[in-house]
């Protein structure tokens, strides 16, 4: 069993970016510019946001998190992010999800630029991700095709299960494993919460991605010998003994799973770090595509 090591890859991109950046500043320009909006005080949302945050800096990327309050109006927030559409020196930016139950996500996605939406959640780049065009790709199943090709496992013709279909995972990263592309051209089955027999399915799989926010969901049982194991799942379980008081736990039963698969993510360190990095990769496509290189 191969640990797909996402800190590692991650810190790998990172230092690429970071390279990248070295030579803008030696040439006089400014660096890429990626800002986040935060509404309201849910906890994982600010560890996120602050690691987004913290990337850059470590980088040479500039930030700006704007921190709303929970009691944010929706007009309020369309506001600013109509100010971040057109504030010249933000090459990028995010809202963070989950929003607070009374604004519309949705009203708030179709309002970001789709030049700025590094996440691509806008109708416009996830459309232009599905039909194989030039877009920006949500960062998590991003993270997870990077990794697969920087570990070079090859899924072509192989059969990819998806637990979870998720806008922000499990619908993309059908999407991407399928696509006619390098890595892709996998066969690809999209299970979610009216699945029927769902280990049935995932028996069947090369690869399995999990992305339902289950902890401990995925067993051995439920796997092939060699499966390819992606973990999606962050779910933060209480632990009176953890100095935080919770331990984050993915969707994978990792030590009763291990050695079955033939390549698994670690939670925490698999597709997490890998999840940042790629936003940072979109922060620097969208610079590139509007700073005079
Ligand atoms: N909430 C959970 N994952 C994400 C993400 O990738 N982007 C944003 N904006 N919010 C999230």
Do not use: W
Request: proline share 6%; net charge neutral.
């Amino acid at each position: 069993m191969i640990i797909l090591d996402g800190k590692k890859t991650s810190n790998d991109i990172k230092s690429e970016l970071s390279v990248l950046v070295d030579e803008l500043m030696k040439k006089g320009k400014r660096p890429p510019h990626l800002a986040a909006v935060l509404v309201g005080n849910d906890g994982a949302s600010l560890t996120y946001v602050g690691s987004k945050v913290r990337s850059c800096e470590k980088i040479g990327y500039l930030s700006t998190l704007i921190h709303l309050p929970e009691t944010t109006s929706e007009d309020e927030l369309l506001q600013q992010i109509n100010s971040l559409n057109t504030d010249k020196e933000v090459d990028g930016f995010i809202v963070q999800l989950p929003l607070p139950k009374h604004i519309d996500e949705e009203k708030v996605l179709m309002a970001v630029d789709p030049h700025k939406d590094v996440d691509g959640f806008h109708p416009t780049n996830f459309g232009k991700m599905a039909l194989d065009m030039e877009s920006f790709v949500p960062a998590t199943p991003y993270g997870i095709v990077e990794l697969l090709d920087r570990y070079r496992i090859d899924i072509s013709g192989k059969h990819a299960v998806v637990i979870g279909r998720s806008n922000i995972v499990g619908r993309p990263m059908s999407i991407l494993l399928s696509r006619k592309s390098s890595p892709g051209n996998a066969t690809v089955t999209l299970t979610h919460s009216r699945t029927k027999n769902l280990k049935a399915i995932t028996k069947e799989a090369d690869i399995v991605v999990s992305a339902l926010g289950v902890p401990n969901f995925l067993t051995q049982d439920m796997i092939k010998q060699g499966a390819i194991i992606i973990d999606v799942g962050i779910t933060r379980v209480p632990d009176d003994s953890k100095p935080k008081g919770y331990v984050i736990t993915g969707d994978v039963n990792y030590e009763n799973v291990k050695e079955k698969a033939s390549y698994i993510t670690p939670v925490p360190g698999g597709v997490g770090p890998m999840t940042i990095a790629m936003l940072l990769q979109n922060t620097y496509h969208a610079y590139s595509r509007y700073a005079d290189l």
